[in-house]
């Protein structure tokens, strides 16, 4: 029998490219913590799949793209072979269920100590000043950072280059795209914010300068395997781990304008109501102005429900719409949605632990649901 009712905002089609999606509720990217010794995990299989609807669109958990790129325990890499071995059959199940599978590619720079990097060294970033003392993180054991490495001008395209590799190998495993991880305090993000680069090469200073690493990565990875596959997350208006901005509004709004000169597929940004606890506050900003300026496909995230999420939709602040801790608790997010049915409610203690199991595949869908 037809299903009469008209759909919600948030479960109408959508054309991202040449990717067909049959509704707008995207899998958020989320570190999971379970692929030991950074390969992936059968574990993922069920994981994935569980998530996956016909035409939904799925960010896997951050990669990291080189040996020097880890900073959390048993986060999956996709530098070695073996890496990419280990992820075929993921994408494989994601395929079979007619999901699209983007990979994040990941490196932390400084928010990193010696136990994670190659030989014991220093974790390289765009500063060598170290953290302060008082910060404090509920994902990363802050006390054990090791103070970074300030990487040298003629080290930059070597990591460029080993994004581009990432890439390469993401497509190789079977993924439908990449989304480059330019969020959240991480190594792009380090270059990008006037609060954490002090440099005085090419790299620092001036607007351009500082989001000059990302456009590389950008260009980089576009050339190796297709701009109409490559996505963005970004964050303009963040602080995570001391990565804020003295002028956040004029950083976002260069990002998604810088951007339209690569084509990419989408840009993906973090609202900024969301604090680094990803609790709400109060601000004055929203994310319309690059909403508009950047002319590729716009996702947001933060702290979104099914509400708010068709209200961004029909209003035409975003095409995408990302959720990240409901859908970690409910698989079939999307169809919840469309149920209005009640949701699962997120084990936060569950997050970072390394059970295969355990807060990863044990959510219950509807029909267990009593
Ligand atoms: C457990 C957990 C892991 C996360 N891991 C990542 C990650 O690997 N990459 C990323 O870009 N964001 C990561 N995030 C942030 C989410 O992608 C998302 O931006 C954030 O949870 C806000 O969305 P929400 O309010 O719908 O949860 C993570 C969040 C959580 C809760």
Known sequence: MADETPAI????????????????????????????????????????????????????????VSNTAQGYPETPGIWTKEQVEAWKPIVDAVHAKGG?????????????????????????????????PQLQSSAIDVAHLTPSRRLGTDEIPQIVDDFRL?????????????????????????FTKDHVNDRTDQYGGSLENRFRFAL????????????DKVGIKLDPFGDYMES?????????????ESLNKYGI??????????????????????????????????????????????NAI?????DLVVYGRLFLANPDLPRRFKLNA???????????????????TDYPFLEDTS
């Open 100 to 132: 699209i599978f983007f990979c994040q590619i990941w490196h932390v720079g400084r928010l990193s100590n010696r136990d994670f990097q190659p030989n014991g060294q220093a974790p390289i970033s765009s500063t060598d000043k170290p953290f302060n």
């Open 244 to 256: 804020g901005d003295s002028n956040p509004e004029a950083l976002g709004l260069y990002m998604a």
């Open 342 to 360: 009640p949701l699962n409610k997120y084990n936060r203690d569950t997050f970072y632990t390394p059970d295969p199991v355990v807060g990863y």
């Open 265 to 310: 597929l989408y840009c993906h940004m973090v609202e900024p109501r969301i604090n680094p606890a990803l609790e709400k506050r109060e601000t004055p900003h929203s994310l319309l102005p690059m909403r508009k300026a950047f002319r590729g496909t716009f996702l947001v995230v933060g702290g979104y429900d099914r509400e708010e999420g068709n």
């Open 314 to 318: 029909a209003e035409n602040r975003a």
């Open 166 to 190: 990432a890439a390469k190998n993401a497509i190789e495993a079977g993924f439908d795209g990449v989304e480059i991880h330019g969020a959240h305090g991480y190594l792009i993000d380090q």
């Open 9 to 64: 905002p948030l479960l109408t089609p959508y054309k991202m490219g040449k990717f067909s999606l049959s509704h707008r509720v995207v899998l958020a990217p989320l570190t999971r913590s379970r692929s030991f010794g950074n390969v992936p995990q059968p574990h993922a299989i069920l994981y994935y799949s569980q998530r996956t609807s016909k035409g939904g669109l799925l960010i896997a958990e951050a990669t990291g």
């Open 216 to 227: 590389e990565i950008v260009e980089a990875v576009a050339n190796e395997i297709g701009a």
